[in-house]
């Protein structure tokens, strides 16, 4: 059995969720259980079994109860404190944890989503797995094999955008009048979903797709405008030339990543430069830039 110790909400946001269960599942023999164990969550994200909790005490009882195997954690509130608790009540249950801004850990593993992570920066007794390729689901690997003629502009900042990126790189776009099609994606779990329907119904220009296969959608689209986190790992998988808004502090490693790659990172103050960075490579001709 393998624990997942995650939160996710239209507050926190689903990427967490989506990264832990994907790489437990790689991992999976023989059909062992995975579980889910979250203090916020909304069940009808995922299809896996959810423990709810009310603290990390509660958390530390059920481990003891189910004795699992592994457990991964995908949470920034887990502190270095509750993994050492962890080791000492469990030290022969493997804690694996991902972590993306070089934070101090006391685990048996970590996970580095980020190509480019230092393995230098780490401590030398603990075992680090930088991935160098991204973590993607079978839609991704089926979707990379089929042939669309690409046309449009993808859209997705997260299955929540508690931001509101969405709506507001839509209104930057409809000032100047792109006359491309927009397809913005995103989840049930958006508490803007009113505002974005009502938008899309007033500009026919921009269709809506909610809880839809992203990795269709960069199949079928020219040009994206996302994130520099996990998507931006699974746009480049898909070969879809994209520019990115970074809009949390625990992006910036990807964001770094990306630059060196050549592709566009904007602040979210820089925004207002979108349309003139698709008018500029829509001349060119939508393509994947060659790196560095």
């Avoid at 980020?114 to 075992?127: D, I, L, Q, S, T």
């Avoid at 989840?187 to 809506?208: D, E, G, P, V, Y």
Wanted: charged residues 35%.
């Amino acid at each position: 059995m393998t624990l997942i110790r995650v939160d996710f909400s239209s507050d926190i946001g689903l990427g967490h969720l989506k990264r832990a269960t994907l790489f437990s599942e790689k991992l999976k023999l023989n059909n062992e259980k995975i579980v889910i164990i979250c203090k916020e969550c909304e069940q009808k994200q995922t299809d896996f079994p959810i423990i709810q909790i009310k603290d990390e005490n509660e958390f530390f009882e059920i481990v003891k109860k189910l004795h699992p195997d592994k457990v991964i954690v995908d949470n920034y509130d887990f502190t270095y404190e509750e993994e050492k608790k962890f080791k000492n009540l469990f030290p022969d249950i493997k804690l694996i944890c991902f972590d993306d801004t070089y934070k101090k850990h006391c685990c048996d593993e970590i996970i580095n989503v980020n190509p480019a992570a230092k393995r230098e920066k780490y401590p030398k007794n603990v075992k680090v797995t930088i991935l160098k390729k991204p973590l993607v689901g079978e839609n991704f690997k089926k979707a990379k094999k089929r042939h669309f003629k690409r046309k449009g502009i993808f859209i997705s900042f997260g299955g929540t955008d508690a931001k509101e990126m969405s709506l507001k790189v839509l209104n930057i776009l409809k000032k100047h009048k792109l006359k491309t099609p927009i397809h913005l994606y995103t989840t049930s779990a958006n508490k803007n979903l009113k505002k974005i329907k009502k938008f899309c119904f007033l500009n026919r220009w921009c269709h809506l797709h909610i809880d839809e296969d992203v990795a269709l959608a960069m199949a079928k689209n020219e040009f994206g405008i996302i994130t520099p986190s996990t998507i931006a790992l699974e746009a480049m998988y898909m070969k879809l030339p994209f520019i990115s808004v970074q809009i949390a502090d625990n992006q910036k490693e990807i964001a770094k990543y990306l630059k060196q790659k050549r592709i566009k990172v904007l602040s979210e103050r820089e925004i207002q430069k979108i349309p003139r960075f698709i008018f500029r490579r829509k001349k060119r001709g939508f393509r994947v830039e060659k790196s560095s």
